[in-house]
T-cell receptor
Framework: KNEVEQSPQNLTAQEGEFITINCSYS?????LHWLQQHPGGGIVSLFM???GKKKHGRLIATINIQEKHSSLHITASHPRDSAVYIC???????????FGKGTKLSVKP | EPEVTQTPSHQVTQMGQEVILRCVPI?????FYWYRQILGQKVEFLVS????????KSEIFDDQFSVERPDGSNFTLKIRSTKLEDSAMYFC?????????????FGPGTRLTVL
């Protein structure tokens, strides 16, 4: 069964701190998506990775295919980064996503 | 920038009633999805749709659920006889490629409350 596990579940940081969120996934997942969910509920796609590393502004996502592990890093965190960050595996042939439980990040000023 | 839209943003209904949740995917996208998120839980896949038919569905997507693309723009999710446990946020998503390694664009969600 395809599964996605995230850690930590909750994360509190001070503004400016470097943040790492981890995700492990099972066999059968061909790509890893990182998503951001705001308090209102809306979901925004941040990255899609099948290998290597991607960077967008202060966000960096990496994936290790052999270890089936991905990380999302936020450099110089800011209170506006406060949200739930979700990793999701692309496991189905039709592209449906398998979601992790999410990491609730709170960045204090 | 093109976006996925969903209506209504919030729907309140009585148990046993039928509801239709509407989505307008991004216009050149071909693959459409419904997901749901029960409060406090993770997002779960319901169904994927391509070429006017269901391509994959989860165990959650039982006979009470149906999807339709009634015209060239709308994509709907119908729940025939709602139950209390159907209360959740329902997200529509679309992508231009159906493989799991392509970005999906999510709508803002419809919060369904079943009383």
């Amino acid at each position: 069964k395809n599964e996605v596990e995230q850690s930590p579940q909750n994360l509190t940081a001070q503004e400016g701190e470097f943040i790492t969120i981890n995700c492990s996934y099972s066999v059968g997942i061909s790509a890893l998506h990182w998503l951001q969910q705001h308090p209102g509920g809306g979901i925004v796609s941040l990255f899609m990775l099948s290998s290597g590393k991607k960077k967008h502004g202060r966000l960096i996502a990496t994936i290790n295919i052999q270890e089936k592990h991905s990380s999302l890093h936020i450099t110089a965190s800011h209170p506006r980064d406060s949200a739930v960050y979700i990793c999701a595996g692309g496991g189905g042939s039709q592209g449906n996503l398998i979601f992790g439980k999410g990491t609730k990040l709170s960045v204090k000023p | 920038e093109p976006e996925v839209t969903q209506t209504p943003s919030h729907q309140v209904t009585q148990m046993g009633q039928e509801v239709i949740l509407r989505c307008v995917p991004i216009s050149n996208h071909l693959y459409f999805y419904w997901y749901r998120q029960i409060l406090g839980q993770k997002v779960e896949f319901l169904v994927s749709f391509y070429n006017n038919e269901i391509s994959e569905k989860s165990e959650i997507f039982d006979d009470q659920f149906s999807v339709e693309r009634p015209d060239g723009s709308n994509f709907t999710l119908k729940i025939r006889s709602t139950k209390l446990e159907d209360s959740a946020m329902y997200f529509c998503a679309s992508s231009d490629v159906g493989q799991g390694n392509n970005e999906q664009f999510f709508g803002p969600g419809t919060r369904l409350t079943v009383l």
